[in-house]
């Protein structure tokens, strides 16, 4: 399916979103100020079952697992992968009695913009926006998130910002909010190869490569092989994942997020003050658990010391022996402990 097919499947609404009052609170805001009754919906059959619900800026797709009344734990995902890094994770939550929502960020799968004049914004704070918006869509005041990659700089930044709004978090790789003055200073030449893919999409080349559906199918295998050297997927595991990339706005909102990372691309002005204060390294005091996968090229060396000191609350490390990047997906019982254990601490 190309992503004018894609479009035309999912549709695009053209209304326009409200203010963000309610999302954008400060960290000192009262629980009671997000208190509501939640709008539970009906439970996805299943991660072919995926539902939609108007939030913010998207119309966002997502699975929903477990009993109505579950405590809800949200699992988000990274690149260049999609919802089903959670397919065996989150029944497990769901068996445990959680309620697991696992949504599309935007410009993936069936997530879309209800308006097409809407600025395809891939910055840090908007997707984290995104995910509060989500929550209040459905009348969550709380819940427990996990992630990794995108999943985990999104959490992180949910629980430092807005902490009333994270019960426990679970980030792999630990504190990964962004510094775009720090992110100018050049890293160890190792490093700096393993990022290959940011640095060709910071180029109208890697933008072509990224927007042909061959190229960009075939670069996503290739980051799949190089961030996991130890998972052996087979075709039809990536197959599933690659469908979420026909999202009409997927190459625009990939090519933002790095591009926006390194300087090369403005984000939108209304968020400067949320970003100066995301710059200074908030510190989390929610309970957390973070995961360092051994296989990762990208998971730092020192067993999370590096960033402990950025988590000031109930907090423990724990580190995964021969998984790599896409945790959830090669240690899904593992992960899911992680949650568990987490939301107990």
Do not use: C
């Not at 600025?119 to 704070?125: G, P």
């Amino acid at each position: 399916m190309d992503r004018r097919t894609f479009a035309k499947a999912v549709g695009l609404a053209a209304t326009t979103t409200a203010g963000l009052a309610a999302t954008t609170a400060g960290p000192a805001a009262a629980e009671g100020a997000y208190a509501r009754a939640a709008r539970p919906g009906r439970a996805s059959a299943s991660f072919d079952d995926v539902l939609q619900i108007d939030a913010g800026e998207l119309d966002v797709g997502y699975v929903d697992l477990g009993p109505r009344d579950g405590r809800p734990v949200i699992l988000l995902h990274g690149w260049p992968y999609d919802i089903h890094s959670y397919a065996e994770v989150a029944p497990i939550l769901a068996r445990q009695g959680y309620r697991a929502l696992v949504p599309y960020f935007r410009g993936f799968g069936s997530t879309t913009f209800r308006s097409p004049d809407t600025f395809r914004n891939a910055q840090q704070s908007r997707i984290a926006l995104d995910v509060t918006e989500f929550m209040d869509a459905l009348g969550i005041d709380r819940a427990v998130i996990a992630g990794y990659d995108w999943g985990s700089r999104t959490g992180d930044i949910i629980a430092a910002i807005w902490p009333h709004r994270v019960k426990a978090l679970v980030s792999v790789t630990g504190y990964l909010i962004t510094n775009r003055e720090a992110q100018r200073t050049p890293i160890a030449a190792a490093s700096e190869w393993a990022w290959w893919y940011q640095y060709y999409f910071s180029t109208e080349r890697g933008a072509k490569g990224l927007a042909d559906p061959k190229i960009g199918t075939d670069l996503a295998r290739l980051v799949w092989r190089f961030n996991s050297p130890t998972w052996s997927f087979d075709e039809a595991t990536f197959a599933r994942t690659a469908a979420a990339f026909s999202n009409p706005d997927y190459v625009d909102i990939v090519l933002h997020n790095y591009r926006w990372r390194l300087g090369l691309a403005d984000g939108a002005r209304r968020y400067d003050a949320l970003e100066r204060k995301l710059a200074a390294a908030p510190p989390i005091a929610v309970p957390t658990i973070t995961i360092d996968p051994a296989a990762d090229p990208f998971t730092p060396a020192g067993d999370g010391a590096g960033y402990r000191a950025h988590f000031t609350g109930p907090y423990e490390h724990r580190t995964f022996a021969g998984i790599g990047h896409n945790v959830p997906q090669e240690a899904p019982a593992d992960f899911a402990r992680a949650v568990l254990d987490a939301d107990r601490l």
